[in-house]
């Protein structure tokens, strides 16, 4: 988790000119259709334990913060294998597996399966802070810049039919804990009616796993609720 947050952070600056001046620029691809989940549920990621891995909060794991608490449950929903969650600092709702554990802290929104091999984060994301124009600027740039910074990751983004972006992360090294190497998928949304505003949701899985994580990357997209 704490590489992937290294990855991702937002708020500090990650497109510093230095580091842009050093990286090659990924342009996007072209507007491509929306993520799939294939046919994969919320039951396929998590344990039918009626909610009651949010009653836990695991504050050795998921977030470096001094302070981490965990997030709020605003239902949960058994028939489908998820559990409703917000994230109150960031004003984000999630649909979550059950059996996964959220918690939060002054920026960020934090989840991670039982496991904790899938792990989550959900930041907003002044692109001008960033020093980015828009969300489409800061897709075509990070990859480069993470590429420039971590030597053997591969990266690529490309836009999605709605307007937001996707960027694909491989050959991520393993964080603390991990046995193998890790993929990371960045989903970046734009404020309607303001570019200059965002939401980052990142996601990282073991390699093995990448394209069920584009699966479930497909099915968070899809419930994702945020409050602009």
């Given at each position: ?6 990855q991702n ?14 990286c090659?620029v ?25 909610g ?12 470096n913060a001094?302070n ?5 449950v605003l239902?949960?929903?058994?028939d ?7 994230f ?10 059950l ?9 960020r ?10 792990r989550?984060?959900?930041w ?10 828009d969300?489409?600027?800061?897709a075509?740039?990070?990859?480069g ?13 490309r ?16 964080s ?13 949304l734009?404020?309607?009616?303001n ?25 968070l ?8």
């Open positions: 988790m704490a590489d992937e947050a290294r952070e937002s708020g500090r600056r990650l497109f510093l000119a230095g580091a842009l001046a050093a090659c990924a342009r996007p691809a072209l507007a491509d259709a929306d993520l799939d989940p294939g046919g994969l549920t919320f039951r396929n990621f998590g344990i039918s334990d009626n009651s891995s949010f009653s836990r909060f695991d504050s050795t794991f998921g977030n001094a981490p608490t965990p997030s709020r239902a949960i929903d058994n489908n294998g998820l559990a409703r969650i917000r109150d600092t960031i004003r984000t709702e999630v649909s979550l597996p059996g996964w554990q959220a918690t939060e802290d002054w920026e929104g934090v989840a991670f399966s039982g496991d904790k091999r899938y989550l984060i959900l907003r994301v002044d692109f001008a802070f960033e020093g980015v124009n969300a489409e600027h800061y075509a740039t990070k990859g810049t993470i590429k420039a910074r971590r030597p053997g990751v591969q990266a690529q983004a836009k999605l039919g709605d307007g937001s972006f996707l960027i694909v992360y491989e050959n991520v090294p393993p603390q804990g991990d046995t193998e190497r890790r993929v990371v998928f960045d989903l970046v734009s404020k309607p009616g570019p200059k505003e965002g939401v980052l949701m990142t996601l990282g899985v073991p390699a093995a796993d990448a394209d069920r994580g584009l699966r479930l990357m497909a099915l997209k899809s419930k994702l609720r945020i409050d602009w």
